[in-house]
């Protein structure tokens, strides 16, 4: 980076399951990775991610930088940003912070400039609605023990309960042997998770597996993949409803780990999606989260309905502002 006069662009996407990161400069990029939400202190993964994809794209640092993150576990809230600028101004870094919700990075990539609705669905769950009066509408976002209804985790989970009740039952099949290969005996599955409960980036995992006996042809495991398409499209359905877009002619658009089964989600999801608001159209992602998350850094930050769910602050300075 030696001799840029430019700000070198990060962004980064910090979800559930891992934190990414990517750096540019020009035509060049830098990435980096560290562990998701439950791994550190949100400052300490942020900070991490954005020095090692600095240190990726080159050594020297001469150039300011704008660094754009997504975060999880927000829930529409504001950010605390003082440990984070602080870690980033210790590592001698100059320049701008913004930080958004992860459902704002993640309209931002893939819908961009224009209203509509994204649903990000990995680990857990965000929706967001944009009208084109400047009106969102957030729904979900719960987190695992209160929300993220049709998730990962919420699949995962879903799996493992039918699992124990086919045991009660005396009915086992293809999920309580998957539930065994992965976690041990059903039997004395709530010991050893009360000695040692799973992560929820774990238990969604799972889910992995789950689809894999969907498609295999197990009828449980169809019809859990259904409920999840269902129960994402009703809380698209209620964000579109609150943002004024329940009868408009707007894209909708999936991301995340969850919407690589299109096979498995989309049919239901479209049809509950088009009970609820006609006029509704799903759409393919044209990017994910991380390219948000590098819409955020700047210099724009897209439509003013975003940036009203933004908070930007000066790495050299403590004032902060939305």
Request: glycine share 14%; aromatic share 4%.
């Amino acid at each position: 980076m030696t001799g840029s006069t430019g700000a070198v662009r990060v962004g980064v996407d910090l979800g559930q399951g891992g934190c990414r990161a990517v750096a540019c400069e020009g035509t060049r990029t830098g990435h980096a990775s560290t562990p998701g939400f439950w791994g550190a202190d949100t400052d300490v993964l942020v900070a991490d991610a954005v020095t090692a994809a600095l240190a990726d794209l080159g050594p020297d640092r001469d150039a300011p930088v704008r660094v754009g993150v997504g975060m999880t576990g927000l829930n529409g809230q504001s950010p605390p940003t003082e440990p984070l600028r602080r870690r980033l101004r210790a590592a001698g870094l100059r320049g701008t912070l913004r930080i958004a919700d992860d459902s704002v990075t993640a309209y931002l990539g893939a819908l961009g400039p224009v209203p509509g609705a994204v649903v990000a669905a990995g680990t857990g769950v965000v929706v967001l609605a944009v009208g084109a009066d400047g009106r969102t509408a957030r729904a979900d976002g719960w987190g695992a023990l209160l929300g993220d209804r049709g998730s990962g985790h919420w699949i995962g989970q879903a799996a493992i309960h039918r699992a124990l009740r086919d045991a009660d039952r005396g009915t086992p099949g293809p999920l309580g042997d998957a539930v065994s290969a992965a976690w041990g005996p059903v039997a004395t599955l709530p010991a050893r998770w009360r000695e040692s409960p799973p992560t929820p980036e774990r238990v969604a995992g799972f889910a992995v597996m789950v689809a894999e006996l969907a498609r295999a042809g197990d009828p449980a495991a169809r019809q859990i993949w259904r409920t999840a398409g269902r129960l994402l499209a009703e809380s698209t359905v209620g964000a579109l409803r609150r943002a004024g877009l329940a009868d408009a002619e707007v894209p909708v658009a999936g991301t995340g780990g969850l919407f690589r089964a299109t096979d498995l989600l989309l049919p239901s999801f479209a049809r509950v999606l088009r009970a609820g608001a006609p006029n509704a159209r799903p759409v393919p992602a044209t990017g994910d989260p991380l390219a948000g998350a590098l819409a955020l850094a700047g210099p724009a930050t897209g439509p003013p309905a975003l940036t009203g769910l933004t908070t930007h602050v000066h790495i050299e300075e403590r004032a902060e502002h939305r």
